[in-house]
């Protein structure tokens, strides 16, 4: 969302514009407020859009890396369904022989049409980038190696997508774009729902509210579509802020110690099950001679044990790094129903010594998990990616029509960038002291939740008072 309606010029009493009339709050405190947030819709509409555009087409592209994915490295992923697959020692044995550098870090099994993805840790790789080497679970084939970063199994291509739209390659400045777009997006658009409802005539208000007006031509008609398209998609971008947020530097990390300050972590399991110094009796080696250290069960055992304990679906199977570790088997599905289940075996006796459920997870977790993989067009696969799709287009959308308005309420064609007059004079001080006290909390609150929000807040006043001296 972007730019909102014209304010009204400097009176000696706070008045408000004829698009204001009927039922619409004339209080006291109600017309100053109202001028504030306008004039914090409008900057921050006309100074922020961009950030938002590239976050949103970005994001929308990571979208449908699923698909690009298997149309890009179909020969790596895909296989010929041939019945019973052999055992899987005997794919990670076939890995380690083709490319015998680096640890033996876990494999990926997935399902009949899949290939299995074992996992190696190499010297020289960026930091959580490993070396995978696919294989087909029938015939013991290797299709290929590739790059896997993080522990979504990314492949090049979606992880090229992902750091662009997490911080356009420029690192860890770069992700300063996207925490700006993430914290100014709600803020913009709650700010411009509370504007377009708080006007119009009370018995036709639901209707202008969700509906555009008819007959509006000109300026008004780009502003009704803007109000009325703005509130039917306000629930999908204060998601897609919220969410956002999570992943980014500053407002990431505090949101992240609110989650710990109110026991909302995702919980997972630790792969520590034996007291420093256990040392297990004599056994088979990890597989292919990348030994970790001496372990009594195959990787074959362990499936079959977190099988029998419920683990279903596509799985990774982490090996232990230390005597003191157990095997970890999760699934790997994000769609819905979420398959996050995940149990621990114990490497000498192939026994599940711990499981952890979905179904046990916390219910804010279990909101984060949801919330994170819708934003990633995950949870209900192509309808989601549909829902983002329209939710992408309505946005950008919105964002023109923003700038639509700003060049049609311009004063002349000589100052056709003109960026308007900021708002009456004497506007904070008209506010009675408890709305200034609000106010002020809860800038102190937002900023300190949101950093990187409170600088280009700071920026905006600064512009404001610019702009203010020079008109």
Request: aromatic share 10%; glycine share 10%; proline share 6%.
């Amino acid at each position: 969302m972007s730019t909102q309606e014209h304010t009204p010029r400097p009176s000696p009493k706070p008045t408000a514009t004829s698009e204001d009339a009927g039922n619409a709050p004339h209080t006291s405190t109600w017309v100053p407020l109202r001028a504030l947030v306008l004039r914090l819709h409008f900057y921050a509409g006309i100074l922020v859009a961009p950030f938002v555009v590239v976050a949103a087409v970005t994001g929308l592209l990571y979208a449908y890396t699923p698909q690009l994915e298997q149309w890009m490295y179909a020969d790596q992923l895909r296989v010929v369904d041939r019945g019973q697959p052999i055992p899987v020692s005997m794919r990670v044995d076939a890995a380690v022989a083709a490319h015998p550098e680096g640890t033996l870090s876990a494999v990926r099994i997935g399902g009949p049409e899949d290939s299995t993805r074992v996992l190696f840790d190499v010297d020289g790789l960026p930091e959580s980038v490993r070396s995978g080497v696919f294989v087909d679970p029938y015939t013991g084939e290797v299709l290929g190696t590739l790059e896997v970063y993080g522990s979504s199994g990314a492949l090049p291509v979606r992880t090229w997508i992902s750091m662009l739209h997490r911080h356009l390659h420029l690192g860890d400045v770069g992700r300063l774009y996207s925490e700006l777009a993430a914290s100014w997006l709600w803020v913009v658009a709650l700010g411009g729902v509370v504007l377009w409802v708080g006007r119009g005539r009370a018995g036709a208000r639901v209707r202008r509210v969700l509906l555009p007006e008819k007959g509006a031509a000109g300026r008004r008609r780009t502003m009704s579509w803007h109000g009325s398209v703005g509130v039917w998609v306000l629930l999908g971008v204060l998601a897609f802020s919220a969410t956002g947020l999570t992943w980014s530097a500053y407002a990431g990390q505090h949101i992240g110690d609110i989650r710990r300050a109110m026991g909302w972590q995702t919980p997972s399991l630790s792969a520590e099950i034996f007291e420093e110094g256990h040392h297990g009796e004599s056994g088979e080696a990890a597989a292919g001679g990348h030994e970790h250290h001496h372990l009594a069960v195959g990787v074959d055992q362990v499936v079959g044990e977190a099988r029998e304990a419920g683990i279903d679906g596509p799985v990774e199977v982490t090996y232990p790094v230390s005597e003191t570790q157990a095997y970890k088997v999760a699934e790997t599905g994000r769609e819905w129903p979420v398959q996050q289940d995940s149990a621990l075996v114990d490497p000498m006796t192939g026994e599940v010594v711990e499981t952890l459920r979905f179904a046990d997870y916390p219910l804010m977790a279990k909101l984060t998990t949801w919330g994170i993989a819708a934003h990633m067009g995950l949870l209900f696969g192509l309808p989601n990616q549909l829902a983002l799709t329209v939710l992408v287009l309505a946005l950008l959308t919105l964002v023109a029509w923003g700038y639509r308005m700003w060049w049609q309420r311009r004063p002349t064609a000589r100052e056709g960038f003109a960026m308007g007059r900021p708002f009456p004079r004497g506007t904070w001080r008209r506010l009675p002291l408890w709305a200034k006290i609000a106010v002020v909390a809860a800038a102190v609150g937002l900023g300190w939740l949101m950093p990187v929000w409170a600088v280009s807040l700071a920026g905006f006043l600064v512009v404001d008072l610019f702009v203010a001296r020079s008109t």
